[in-house]
Every structure is written in C-alpha cells, then in structure tokens.
C-alpha cells in the first residue's frame, strides 16, 4: 500500500476491507475499519493508515484458522 501508484490504490483498499469483513478474529475487523476511519479524518496521511491496516493483515495471514471454512 505504501508505494503503490494512485491508480492500484483503490483495489487495495478493496483488498483490505475484503479481507478486514471475511477474517474471523474480530479485532482485524475493527482495526481496518479504524484505520479506514482515521483516513477520512486525516486524508493527508491516508497511506500511513492503510499500510498499518495491510501490516496487521500480513501478520494475520499466516496465522491458521483450521475450523474456519472461508480462510486457507
């Protein structure tokens, strides 16, 4: 997210709030949603915010949900 162009930005975005809905540890879910919050109050430093968010989703990733039916 950091050094993606303008034009990647949006699906990126997509890509976090996707993976922010489906992940079953709520507090991925709230932490995309605060920094998606913090974006549109400080819009200056909307990367910062939404790498923080893919930072979490990269540590989260290799974490195992065996009963989860959605996540591999």
């Keep these: 997210v950091w050094w993606a162009s303008n034009d990647d930005l949006p699906a990126m975005i997509d890509s976090l ?13 709230k932490y995309t949603l605060a920094c998606l919050d913090a974006t549109d109050a400080d819009p200056d430093a909307e990367r910062l915010y939404l ?22």
């Excluded at 893919?54 to 974490?63: E, I, K, N, Y």
């Design 17 to 29: 709030v996707s993976y922010g809905v489906i992940h079953p540890d709520a507090h991925v879910a």
């Design 51 to 72: 790498a923080a968010a893919a930072h979490l989703h990269d540590w989260w990733r290799p974490v195992p949900f065996p009963d989860d039916p959605i996540l591999p």
